[in-house]
């Protein structure tokens, strides 16, 4: 019988505490139902499965549970026609991880709505450099443009920018020729925000205290992983007619803000979820990264992990600790 590895984590049902998440041996078996399983080759650490593997905040709502809210991997089994053995496939988000076994596993058994034919030009691994976070930066990145943004309307600002979303945000507004300000508490990572493009960096700190109605006009738009002051501080210093697109909450989920860049500046807070978004827009941004992502740069964003070492590192993506993108390898 296949047996292969995962990472499983399991809560006691007397307490609903989540226990210490463990590395083991599973079988098809213990799978979810699915019309489709998938071998999975790599998956990647988001601060989402950071909360999941830790159980630091219930991200995970169906026990047991294998986190990973991303893979790809090969069709092994298909019971629909869309996907025929051996299809390079990749999956984002749709509750797997969270309440449908996910990544964290040799073999994923999914439903066939959720997975993509893996994007033309990427291989597996840089998808999973990508994943969800760098996906969502450029769900980000499309809410900004269709509001008009361009380079000509003024330079853009990325917080959380040495983090995950930060890093492909930068990555792929430089590329389109914005020049872009990141916001970072590693100011000591000049050099590494520089090389993905950035212009200029500001510390965090500038942002993180509570903000003014309004402030001085600073940049055209910006993407924000940050949430709390941060976001509400860089609306209140958006240019006349500028875009936000808020996806993050690693500064706290409120917003402690006011209406007055909305009504006085005409600006607009765009809100990106990558985790139910529509097959036609997961498509374009998937197109999209796939031509506009420097190599180089989502290369030097990257760090490889194995899968064994998944639950050691999760409680360093909340501490802000990883630069970056992790791509986990999974195998067999
Ligand atoms: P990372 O941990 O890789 O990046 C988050 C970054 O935020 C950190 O690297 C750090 O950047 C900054 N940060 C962390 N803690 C704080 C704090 N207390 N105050 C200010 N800044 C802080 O995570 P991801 O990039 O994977 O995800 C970023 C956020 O986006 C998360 O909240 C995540 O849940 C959310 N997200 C939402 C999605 C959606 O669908 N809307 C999809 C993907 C992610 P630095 O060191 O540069 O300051």
Known sequence: MERFKAILVTRDEATKQQR????????????????????????????????????????????????????????????????????????????????HMGGYA?????????????????????????GTAGYTAMLAVLALERTGLTPASGPVVVTGAAGGVGSVAIALLAGLGFTVIASTGRTEEADYLKGLGASEIIDRAELSQPARPLAKERWAGGVDSVGSHTLANVLASTRYGGAVAACGLAGGMDLPSSVAPFILRGVSLLGIDSVMAPVTRRREAWDRLATDLDRAKLAAMTTTLPLDAVIA?????LAGKVRGRIVVEVGG
């Open 20 to 99: 210490p998440a463990e590395l083991v041996e599973l079988g098809l078996a213990d799978l979810m139902e699915g019309d489709v399983t998938v071998a999975v080759s790599h998956s990647t650490i988001n601060y989402k499965d950071g909360l999941a593997v830790t159980g630091k905040a219930p991200v995970v709502r169906r026990f047991p549970m294998i986190p990973g809210i991303d893979l790809a991997g090969t069709i092994v089994t298909s019971a629909c026609s869309s996907f025929q053995k051996r299809d390079p496939v990749i999956l984002n988000g749709w509750g797997v991880g969270e309440t």
């Open 313 to 317: 590192t999760a409680p360093d993506i």
């Open 106 to 130: 040799g073999r994923a058994r999914v439903r066939k709505e959720w997975l993509l034919a893996a994007p033309e030009g990427l291989t597996a691994a840089e998808t999973m450099a990508i």
